[in-house]
């Protein structure tokens, strides 16, 4: 499930006080139209390829980064059902295990790698959140990228997996970043990503108050088509995109509250959706496996 954002009226006033104009980080082109507006933020749509992104941003929204709640959100002990599919994913990630080194960006809590490192794995993170940090050296995990790039920190070609869950959407400039995920991987390594997919039927059955929707946060928002251009531009062709889950939640963030709807007509549907979308490019979570071929 894609994180949700926690930020104090003061963090914002703080913050929002300086904007910034940006452009397209999957083409570079300044041509965009207005979306909607939620709560101040304009998220705008790519004329030239069609992502959507929120412009203009907070100037210092990388800096918020490292203290907003966002980071460290998780839960603080997992459930069985929880731990048997992070095992489930770990033994199909072990397909590409020759390095025996796993990179995870933005790891949170730290607990899927707490149990790659408990199944031999050699275990990475890259965090700049200050709490997640001390969450992942309590959990001992000690190669811990907190500045730079990853490359400066773990060198060409060192990882078979790179994981990055819920993050891209977060990031400033993801091509950079996915150019350097591209150079970190041996060949034949892989990309695991998730994101919220603004093309989803939740975000269109919802409007500009879906849950999801915050532009003080989630500053870049891609859909099956753009983060299969972006994948490619950065070089990954082996592409594989999946889509799962529907919500009827909304939510505003400045102040945080939740938007109660008494009644929806979805709402006696939502489990069957929810069951059957995932058959659909239209579910509210991508999940993407790009591998850099050999």
Known sequence: MTDETHMTSSQNNQLSLEMIE?????????????????????HVCCQTCGLVYVNPRLKFHKDFQTVSGTGSMGDDQLSRLQILRICKELSMLDNYRKLNRILEIGPGKGWFLSIA???????????????????LKRKNINNIITSGSVISGSGHESFDVIRMWDVIEHLEWPRALLEEIFNSLRSGGLLRLSTTNINSLSRMVNGPEWVYLNGSDHIVLFDPVTIDKLLKLVGFRRIRIRTRSFNLRRKLYHPEREIKVKFHPLRPFRKIIDETIKFTNFGHQMIVDAVKEA
């Not at 300044?30 to 304009?42: H, Q, V, Y």
């Not at 794995?121 to 959140?129: G, L, S």
């Open 22 to 42: 940006t452009r397209c980080t999957l083409c570079g082109s300044s041509n965009d139209k207005l979306l909607f507006e939620k709560e101040g933020f304009r």
């Open 117 to 135: 490192k408990l199944v031999g794995w050699e275990t990475w993170a890259m965090e700049i959140n200050l709490d997640a940090i001390e969450n």
